[in-house]
């Protein structure tokens, strides 16, 4: 205590005793005894005596504090306006988490609790006094970071105490949620500060008068959407809930409206579904719910495809924010996703901002998707076809001819003939007709029993524009009896390239040759969106009822894949009874459920 009186930690500060270290001995001795056992109290008190001008004669009869109230008191005291350093102090001992942010509450949160304090004292504090409080009393504050930004804090509970003792915790945390009310309703509530956004309710839930404003907070999609997209996390916001609920379940008579209100939030925030599900959500008119089960999926590749199919819904309900703000989801999901399918996260991202009305962003995704083909290495290289398809037609759907011309180039330098699917799609997005009519003159002079399906060179034909070499090949399959070649996939490629030459009877009938129930929905879809797209209304007709015979389906992937085609076929009632039932079943996204990948043949 002795070095303390001296203040030997802080050379650049003289004290009385500085120089007289006998004299701060004998005081030390004193002020130990008094103390007792509490280290804290001896060393508030030993800093309180050092702050004094003149020293003291520790023969005297001095009245040297016993407890640490009266240690700290004493302390303060000594400091310059000692009024005013409580009164700037006060917030701090009655601050929520890891501390109080200096900026726009700090002198507003106490004015009101010195106000509360002592009502007919004016007061008019502001950033200058907090800040000649902090440097005259700043071993009283402890400095830390919460929501990356500096937070300040009481450096002892027991200085906490002392400074609550002059009002009760009701007023307090009235007076204190009155003021941070008044801050985030001066703005919108995304500008409002990151401690206002994670504490206001907490004092909120300690005063029972203020339970609607709880309430009306905790049942707002703007502050839902304003916590998750400051402080990074969910967890907050069901914090908020659940102080809600005990508020409500607090009351007499119980709030039994608002309670039911508020589980059914709770249960929903819990809630997750495949991406194709959240957009039907979305689309049926739910875009909150959506926009919640989205932000609950913790599969990247899922993530991505869910906010990028929430866009443009939002976009069309004229929310443009909401839809930049889906994408920037979206985006930032990418960093998470395996290089091998972050093309095809891209190009989800590309056709979303066109779809929005945003070809800037449509671009700089394209460009970001065609940038994946210099990442792959010798392991991944097998997946360079597929890599290039989704880059190619991300920058297809951009209307990027620039970069959908350097990555033709690069691919037909780099593969030079046509076998795989990939590689046949990959050409078809590019616009690679060479390669493309060489395989198609192999296959038309016979040359059939290669590498290359007939489902997948057909599709191909179709996607690239090349009409009259996919009219050819289905002559010669008409005219020989020939069926098609290939798996399960490539009779669902062939179904739509059906769809794609016009030719939908053949395509709604070639659909009993598809075994695999997931591949026969697959195909069903493309041609229900081409059916709808070209206006054929009978071909719509007949495809409900095949439709129907998916009605006892248990896989749930299948299940997932039917819900858009339904809603597509104008069967709201069902598509959004399959979709309640598979959000029941909490049918989580992974990377082994995703319907994102197609399910591999047999």
């Not at 995304?190 to 309710?201: I, N, R």
């Not at 925030?269 to 979305?282: E, Q």
């Not at 995704?365 to 392991?379: D, G, N, Y």
């Not at 299948?558 to 598979?582: C, F, G, M, N, Q």
Request: aromatic share 6%.
């Amino acid at each position: 205590m002795a070095a303390r009186l001296m203040a030997l930690a802080e050379p650049y500060r003289i004290t009385p005793y500085s120089a007289n270290p006998v004299l701060a001995g004998q005081l030390a001795s004193r002020v130990v005894a008094a103390a007792g056992s509490s280290f804290l109290v001896a060393a508030v008190t030993a800093r309180s005596y050092a702050r004094r001008a003149e020293a003291v004669d520790p023969n005297e009869d001095i009245d040297l504090p016993t407890e640490t109230g009266a240690a700290l008191a004493s302390y303060i005291d000594r400091l310059e306006e000692p009024r005013v350093v409580v009164d700037i102090l006060r917030p701090l001992a009655w601050a929520e988490g890891a501390g109080l942010p200096w900026g726009p509450m700090w002198a507003p949160i106490a004015n009101a609790l010195a106000r509360a304090v002592v009502p007919e004292m004016p007061t008019n504090y502001d950033d200058e006094t907090v800040a000649a409080v902090l440097g005259r009393a700043s071993d009283l504050v402890v400095e830390s970071i919460e929501f990356g930004e500096p937070v300040y804090r009481l450096f002892h509970v027991a200085l906490v105490e002392h400074l609550r003792g002059d009002l009760p915790s009701q007023v307090a945390h009235s007076t204190i949620a009155t003021a941070l009310n008044t801050i985030v309703d001066s703005a919108s509530i995304e500008a409002a500060p990151a401690y206002a956004l994670a504490h206001l309710t907490a004092h909120l839930a300690q005063v029972p008068e203020q339970y609607p404003r709880l309430y009306e907070l905790t049942t707002s999609p703007d502050w839902e959407r304003a916590k998750r997209q400051r402080l990074g996390h969910k967890s907050g916001f069901l914090e908020d809930l659940d102080r809600a609920i005990k508020g409500a379940l607090a009351r007499e008579p119980q709030d039994l409206a608002q309670l039911t209100v508020m589980c059914l939030l709770y249960a929903r925030l819990m809630a997750v579904a495949p991406a194709p599900i959240i957009d039907i959500v979305a689309r049926a008119g739910q875009l909150q719910r959506a926009e919640l089960m989205a932000n609950n999926i913790t599969f990247a590749l899922e993530r991505c495809w869910a906010f990028s199919l929430l866009a443009p819904t939002l976009h069309a309900e004229k929310d443009a924010a909401g839809a930049e703000r889906c994408l920037e989801e979206a985006e930032r999901a990418v960093a998470a996703i395996n290089v091998t399918h972050a093309a095809m996260a891209w190009y989800w991202i590309a056709n979303s901002a066109v779809a929005c009305g945003f070809p800037e962003r449509a671009v700089r995704a394209a460009r970001s998707a065609a940038q994946t083909t210099e990442r792959l290495t010798e392991e991944t290289e097998w997946e360079l076809p597929n890599v290039y398809f989704w880059a190619g037609v991300a920058a297809r759907d951009a209307e990027d001819e620039e970069t959908r011309t350097k990555l033709r180039d690069a691919f037909t330098a780099h593969i030079t003939v046509l076998q795989r699917n990939q590689e046949l799609q990959a050409a078809s997005v590019l616009g690679a007709k060479g390669p493309l009519r060489e395989a198609w003159n192999a296959w038309i002079n016979g040359r059939r029993g290669g590498f290359v399906r007939d489902g997948n060179l057909a599709l191909a034909l179709g996607g690239a524009g090349m009409m009259e070499e996919l009219r050819a090949m289905l002559a010669v399959i008409e005219t020989e009896t020939y069926a098609s070649r290939g798996e399960d996939d490539a009779q669902k490629h062939f179904a739509w390239a059906l769809a794609i030459a016009d030719r939908f009877e053949w395509a709604v009938g070639h659909l009993s040759r598809i075994a695999n129930p997931e591949h026969r929905v697959r195909a069903l879809g493309r041609i229900v969106s081409l059916a709808v797209l070209k206006g054929r209304s009978d071909i719509v007709a007949e495809a409900r009822s095949v439709a129907r015979s998916f009605e006892s389906e248990k896989d749930p992937r299948t299940s997932t894949l039917l819900v858009p085609v339904l809603y597509a076929l104008h069967d709201e009632e069902w598509a959004l009874r399959l979709a309640e039932k598979i959000i029941r079943e909490r049918v989580e996204p992974t990377a082994s459920t995703s319907v994102a990948f197609p399910e591999p043949d047999e």
